[in-house]
């Protein structure tokens, strides 16, 4: 068998030794005594899950001083803590490390319904509300719903008319950079979208699906007036002019039509 350990401490140093293990065993069940009645307010705000720390600039609230600290680099504007893939900047380490899962391609988190995998649980949260059918976000002047705050936000740019990002070849603004983008595939001719009936190919994939509904026979775009249907709703608005009687195209040749008929004048 094993020596008693023991036997071979000197008898001194054994009683500081017990001493030391009661002190702990004490410690562990004594309450924490805090200097001042303010530091035990905010230490007990900890056990209690209070937020007793509030952000000056927007009202947030935090447990600890701490977090309190690190959110309100967010107001600054400071970002000290830079990728070194992309030099994107954050305020806080713990985002920066977040972020850097996109460059490694590290995408923990996975949709029990479709299998799709993601790179933040507060995407894959987000993603879910869409198989719920959840849209919580709600404009306030149209009433359109959304599933992530984020693309209420980007929706509601379309009220304001601001639109931020201009293409650099024809001018053309955009209310969103993905738009923009996707704009810009017109102009260096790339068309990856291909329809599998006829071969034809499309810059867009929202193109591409209204190309699609040409072979399915399908036309869900009618018109209120005299029921003619068609498979685009811009075929539908040019449509609707007949019957509103608006003519916005004018013949530059000093056309009589109005009174002779649709050729006099013209050569």
């Known amino acids: 068998t094993a020596p008693n350990l023991i036997n071979f401490i000197p008898h001194k140093d054994l009683e500081k ?37 509030s952000c000056g600039e927007c009202g947030k609230a935090f447990t600890t001083k701490s977090n309190l600290t690190r959110h309100k680099l967010i107001h600054t504007g400071v970002k000290p803590f830079s990728c070194d893939q992309c030099g994107k900047s954050f305020t806080s380490q713990s985002v920066l490390k977040s972020h850097q899962l996109i460059h490694a391609g590290i995408k923990p988190f996975i949709c029990d319904e479709c299998g799709k995998c993601f790179t933040h649980q507060k995407n894959l949260k ?21 599933t992530e705050k984020s693309n209420l936000t980007r929706h509601k740019l379309i009220h304001t008319g601001v639109k931020p990002f201009s293409c650099d070849q024809c001018g053309k603004s955009f209310t969103l950079q993905s738009v923009l983008k996707s704009h810009q595939l017109i102009h260096a001719g790339v068309k990856p979208f291909i329809c599998d009936e006829c071969g034809k190919c499309f810059t ?25 249907a068609f498979t685009e709703k811009s075929h539908l608005t040019r449509h609707n002019l007949i019957h509103t009687g608006v003519k916005p195209f004018i013949c530059g040749e000093a056309c009589v039509y109005d009174h002779y008929g649709p050729n006099v004048g013209h050569s």
């Open 17 to 53: 030794c017990i001493h030391a293990l009661e002190q702990r065993s004490n410690n562990r069940q004594r309450p924490r005594h805090s200097s001042d009645d303010d530091n035990l307010g905010r230490h007990q705000c900890f056990h209690n899950k209070k937020r007793c720390f």
């Open 204 to 228: 867009r994939q929202s193109d591409l699906k209204s190309h699609q509904i040409i072979h399915a026979g399908v036309k869900p775009f009618i018109c209120g007036e005299c029921g003619k």
């Open 126 to 146: 987000s993603h879910q509300l869409i198989h719920a059918g959840v849209k919580p976000f709600i404009c306030g002047e149209c009433g359109k719903a959304f």
